[in-house]
């Protein structure tokens, strides 16, 4: 069984942005993932004209992951 929430991460909280049915004290187990909302920010002013590999390169470089 599995619940997709969305979360928004702020000052070292993740805050679902609707309420979650949950008695308090419920341990969860967390996979995160970037959404596409999210990486298409993360890309904002890379040149992603060219090829997927000049644009990781430029990605890499800029060090956006890290």
Known sequence: MGTKIIAVYENGVLRPKNRLDLPAGTEVELVILPSLKGLMKLF???DV???VESALKEARE???WE
């Open 49 to 51: 004209r060219g090829d």
């Open 44 to 46: 904002e002013g890379v």
């Open 62 to 64: 800029r060090k956006l």
